[in-house]
């Protein structure tokens, strides 16, 4: 070899030099802890498919988000879990349905000490499971879905949230939010948009966690995207962005990590991944059983996420990862 020689291994010698060269590193403000709030209990309880989760009452959901808030944690992001269903999912937008219920706590509360977010769809409220009305031949309506989605944000903002965050792959439903947010004067509400959501195999623990099943063994493949395609979710990015996202969001995370990487590279707004409740059910049981080290694997995952392009992380592993990062 000529001189002089190139040692990439003068840089990893120590433990300041790894340090100084890092090219990412992860934060608490990347972080933003889902939480779940749960009608009719007196107590938190534990949520068996999401282990060391809890679904919360309106008041415990306070204190946990007052305890992410000490750790460094800006933002939480509220799903609501409920057994009033109907085929119009109207515990999504009745003022007093369980997640308005806790937003206005959280607000009350935390007031713009945190950002506040609101899971924007109905599954977790239809009878049917899916996350758009049905017409009467059982297929997803979209356009009709729209007007559901549209009275959700109001109330979501209406309650107070900051952001509200639209997850249900319906087309046009970033527009017709912003619409409905604007002729409401919720002007200043943001939309992060679950832009790229792909139909994965990995959201199980989370819909037993909300026990969502779909109505006849169905899927969401007619609105969620195909996991093959990558060129599909630089399309959707750049429609919402088109329809006044302020954010986009890719979901699942690490099983796409090329789509984060590309629209990173594609748009100027913040993007968020998405690191689901599969994701982290292979490393809770993964290492249960020995197999992986829990805290190395956390920091590996979520790493990657940040490294791919992600600003925000959305993780059941926030709360620990602070406590990591802060130790
Ligand atoms: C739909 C929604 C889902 C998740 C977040 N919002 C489930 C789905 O699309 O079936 C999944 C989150 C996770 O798996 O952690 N409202």
């Known amino acids: 070899m000529s001189y002089p020689q190139r040692r990439p291994r003068r840089l990893r010698r120590t433990e300041a030099l790894r340090s100084m060269v890092a090219e990412t590193s992860l934060a608490t403000n990347d972080l933003i802890a889902p939480l779940f709030v749960k009608e009719g209990i007196d107590e938190p309880v534990p949520i068996p498919s999401l282990p060391g989760i809890l679904a919360h009452t309106p008041s415990s959901v306070v204190a946990e988000a007052k305890e992410l808030a000490a750790l460094g944690i800006p933002s939480v992001l509220v799903f609501g879990i409920t057994d009033r269903r109907d085929p119009l999912g109207s515990c999504a937008y009745d003022p007093n349905g369980i997640a308005q219920v806790a937003l206005r706590r959280l607000v009350d509360t935390l007031g713009d000490s945190m950002v506040i977010m609101a899971d924007l769809c109905i599954d977790e409220y239809t009878d049917h499971g899916h996350c758009g009305i049905l017409d009467p031949l059982g297929n997803v ?146 290492a249960e059983r020995g197999l992986v080290d829990r805290e190395a694997v956390i920091l590996e995952h979520v790493g990657a996420i940040k490294r791919a392009g992600a600003d925000m992380i959305i993780t059941y592993f926030a709360k620990e990862l602070a406590r990591i990062i802060h130790a």
């Not at 009275?151 to 046009?172: I, L």
């Not at 990995?202 to 026990?211: H, M, Q």
């Open 141 to 286: 309506d979209n356009d009709a879905t729209l007007a559901i989605y549209s009275q959700v944000a109001v109330a979501q903002a209406e309650a107070g949230a900051h952001v509200v965050a639209p997850s249900g792959m319906m087309d046009g439903q970033v527009q017709a939010i912003r619409k409905a947010l604007d002729e409401s004067g919720h002007t200043d509400v943001a939309i992060l948009a679950y832009s790229a959501k792909y139909a994965s195999s990995l959201y199980g623990p989370f819909r037993d966690a909300v026990s969502v099943s779909i109505v006849g063994g169905g899927n969401r493949r007619g609105y969620q995207q195909d996991p093959r395609n990558l060129r599909e979710a630089l399309l959707e990015v750049a429609l919402d962005v088109e329809e006044g996202a302020d954010m986009v969001m890719i979901k699942p995370a690490l099983a796409y990590l090329d789509v984060i990487a590309a629209v990173r590279a594609n748009v100027v707004v913040p993007v968020a991944a998405y690191h689901v409740s599969g994701e982290y059910a292979m490393v809770v049981a993964a």
